[in-house]
């Protein structure tokens, strides 16, 4: 089967997460074709080139969409995120396909199984497919009830027919313009203003994030209706949503070994960061205060 998917980095920066990403999509789907559509920004001929030939030493085609700053101008935006969080609202609107959905995924993200029973899925008639948020910050702000779902948009399964159907693209757009700075968590406020009461909610291991080791167990089990031990354990696609990632030394994340196995398959195996004796101090500091975190739970 031929399967349609998007990610997007604005320049080098996210790079080798992207391509450590997109290796672990092709490992565990061997039986699949991927068409990855990648949005950006600027990236050399030469990442593109190495991107490009990882793809197709597994048999999947890339297509690159280059995004200009004038698509994006005014966006509200932050220190820790750039205009690039935004390209997920550009990518079922510009990728170029017949098929019926588009799975959108985060550089920061492994792929650890199949993604093949996400897209035969029955998405009915909505416009999209989301794993709830731990923990959506005020929401009420954007005119949701505060006990209502709200998704987090680092995976996202698109449905492309219901999409083009609505013009969802040109209302998110002028969504934005017009909220600014009141989609303080950007283009997902945007998509959740939008959809969250339309998207299909899936099962935790589509989107395994952070926060899931920070609350209790039976929080995360009254939010997704899932036993704590299933949310926790063998996910499909890990995500590591916060800004310490992996690959940064103090990343004390329990499946931080999971990213570095695909890491050191790639040409990129020095991008994991060095440690200095203060890292070591202060990651020695975090792990006992997790564990204290945990015992408390």
Avoid at 157 to 180: D, E, F, P, V
Wanted: aromatic content about 14%.
């Amino acid at each position: 089967m031929r399967y349609q998917v998007a990610t997007a980095t604005y320049d080098g920066a996210y790079y080798v997460p992207m391509y450590t990403m997109l290796l672990s999509l092709f490992q565990n789907n061997v039986s699949a074709v991927f068409d990855v559509h990648i949005l950006y920004n600027t990236l050399t001929t030469e990442q593109k080139n190495i991107l490009q030939d990882l793809a197709l030493s597994y048999g999947h085609n890339v297509k690159w969409i280059k995004m200009d700053d004038d698509a994006t101008s005014g966006f509200y935006t932050s220190a820790y995120l750039n205009v690039a969080t935004y390209y997920r609202i550009f990518a079922p609107h510009l990728a170029v396909t017949d098929a019926d959905r588009l799975l959108f995924l985060d550089a920061d993200i492994i792929v650890n199984g199949s993604v093949e029973p996400l897209f035969a899925m029955d998405m009915q008639d909505a416009p999209l497919c989301a794993v709830k948020e731990v923990a959506p910050y005020k929401i009420d702000r954007l005119g949701i009830a505060p006990d209502a779902d709200y998704f987090n948009a680092g995976v996202v399964l698109y449905n492309l027919k219901n999409w083009q159907a609505n013009n969802y693209h040109s209302t998110l757009l002028a969504n934005i313009k017009r909220m600014h700075n009141r989609y303080w968590l950007f283009d997902q406020d945007a998509l959740n203003h939008m959809f969250y009461d339309k998207a299909i909610y899936l099962h935790p291991k589509w989107n395994h994030q952070n926060i899931f080791y920070s609350v209790s167990n039976d929080y995360l089990e009254q939010l997704y209706k899932y036993p704590a031990h299933e949310v926790l354990n063998n996910p499909v696609i890990i995500h590591y949503n916060t800004q310490l990632k992996p690959w940064h030394y103090l990343s004390t994340h329990p499946l931080k070994n999971v990213f570095t196995s695909y890491l050191q398959q790639t040409p990129f195996t020095l991008f994991q960061q060095k440690a200095t004796l203060g890292m070591i101090i202060k990651k020695l500091r975090n792990r006992i205060k997790h564990k204290i975190q945990k015992i408390r739970r």
